[in-house]
């Protein structure tokens, strides 16, 4: 598909992507602003667990997860964490002719969920390993990051980049239960409302399509977006993958993915409903094609792209054209007390180390 062209206006625009004549405020625009070149984040697997997956709260962990379908440092051989970075660092520079910095991506699993001390040195480890690496993302869910994960992370954000993303998912409970989460929204509510302002970006990752949800539904998680002022989401389509629970049922004809049509026009009134300032870091997930079931749409990353921006210009529209701010500003919120389950901060506000975590030894 040739380029589309955003014929909207931009004068007076007061958003530096609206200026630009994008259609979203898109993360990789917004790295370039930031550190003045490309930036590449780079998959890191140190070895954590789920509090879903070894009986902290339940067992089996969420009915979609096979973490080697989204997470490519669970594709190979679990090696130290330096050693990742550096074979990631040297894959993208051989894919990429510049790049100004990289980000070290705790991608796969639950990666606050171990002794707050030990994450603490193995987040430190990673911002050593190369002196390109500008910062962090780390990986959760909501119900593991208390105030002990919080702080650790707002005196790394004093000299780095730091993304801690929350799987929030849906704001529907009974599409949590039906993912084996084993959390509510009220989680999410909770870890927000004590994580922003503290010098580092809060993203949140969000399924479309799940089973159950209907438009109005979908656009509930999206008008949550504002409330509860999220620097930075992620929108993934429900797919299925080979090995869980979902594949199984989709094999079996019990579940029906979303159709390539009606996921397009849903990120897109989702994505008109959610604050401008938002950054948008994905609008669509997929698998390599050896672990995908359904849907196969999704492995045309670039066109899903270029049809969203598409529907964006048919309907002379952008990011946050039908936004409403919330009666209370998200930095108004009042500040919670910590609700993090009490099975859960045992394994991270104590002292000790799991050997699983592949962080100096071989």
Same mark, same amino acid.
């Given at each position: 598909?040739p ?5 909207? $206006? &931009?004068?007076d625009?007061?958003?530096?992507? #609206?200026? %630009?004549?994008? =259609?979203i405020? !898109?993360?990789?625009r917004?790295? *370039? ?8 984040r780079?998959s890191?697997d140190a ?8 009986g ?6 969420c009915?979609?997860?096979?973490n080697?379908?989204f997470?490519?440092?669970r ?7 330096s050693e990742?970075l550096?074979?990631?660092?040297e ?11 990289f ?5 796969? $699993? &639950?990666?606050t969920?171990?002794p707050?001390? #030990?994450? %603490?040195e193995? =987040?430190?480890l !990673?911002?050593a390993?190369?002196? *390109?690496i ?8 909501p119900?593991c ?7 650790l992370?707002?005196?790394?954000a ?11 998912q ?18 999410m509510i ?12 809060c ?7 799940v ?6 539904m979908?656009?509930q998680t999206?008008?949550e977006?504002?409330v509860?002022?999220l620097?930075a989401?992620k ?5 299925s ?22 996921y397009?026009?849903?990120?897109v ?5 959610i604050?401008?300032?938002t950054?948008?870091?994905?609008v ?5 094609p050896?672990?995908l079931?359904?849907?196969k749409?999704?492995?045309e ?5 270029n049809?969203?921006?598409a529907e964006?210009?048919?309907r002379?529209s952008r ?7 919330p009666?209370t500003?998200?930095l ?31």
């Amino acid at each position: 598909m040739p380029e589309i062209e955003n014929r909207l $206006a &931009t004068d007076d625009c007061p958003h530096a992507w #609206q200026r %630009e004549g994008l =259609f979203i405020n !898109a993360f990789g625009r917004h790295l *370039r602003r930031r550190f003045g070149g490309r930036v590449q984040r780079v998959s890191v697997d140190a070895g954590f667990t789920c509090p879903n997956v070894d009986g902290a709260v339940t067992t089996g962990g969420c009915n979609f997860c096979d973490n080697r379908s989204f997470s490519p440092s669970r594709r190979v051989r679990l090696r130290r964490v330096s050693e990742q970075l550096s074979a990631g660092i040297e894959r993208v520079t051989k894919r990429y002719d510049r790049v100004e910095g990289f980000i070290a991506y705790f991608q796969p $699993a &639950t990666n606050t969920y171990a002794p707050v001390e #030990q994450l %603490e040195e193995i =987040f430190q480890l !990673a911002l050593a390993a190369d002196s *390109r690496i500008v910062g962090l993302a780390v990986g959760t869910r909501p119900d593991c990051v208390p105030e002990s994960v919080l702080e650790l992370l707002e005196r790394l954000a004093v000299d780095h980049s730091v993304s801690l993303e929350f799987g929030m998912q849906s704001v529907h409970d009974e599409s949590l239960q039906w993912m084996n989460r084993a959390h509510t929204h009220a989680d999410m509510i909770n870890a927000i409302d004590r994580a922003r302002g503290r010098g580092f970006e809060c993203c949140a990752h969000v399924i479309l399509g799940v089973p159950g949800e209907d438009h109005a539904m979908m656009m509930q998680t999206a008008h949550e977006v504002g409330v509860l002022g999220l620097d930075a989401i992620k929108l993934h389509n429900l797919y299925s993958v080979h090995g869980t629970p979902l594949g199984d049922e989709v094999l079996a004809g019990k579940v029906q993915m979303m159709d390539r049509e009606e996921y397009i026009r849903t990120v897109v009134d989702f994505l008109e409903l959610i604050p401008p300032t938002t950054i948008v870091e994905r609008v669509s997930g997929d698998a390599p094609p050896q672990f995908l079931i359904e849907p196969k749409w999704c492995l045309e990353k670039s066109a899903i792209r270029n049809e969203i921006d598409a529907e964006f210009a048919r309907r002379r529209s952008r990011q946050g054209a039908r936004f409403v701010a919330p009666p209370t500003p998200p930095l108004e919120r009042p500040r919670p007390s910590d609700q993090t389950p009490d099975s859960i901060a045992a394994q991270i506000d104590q002292r000790g180390r799991l050997p699983v975590l592949k962080m100096q030894g071989s």
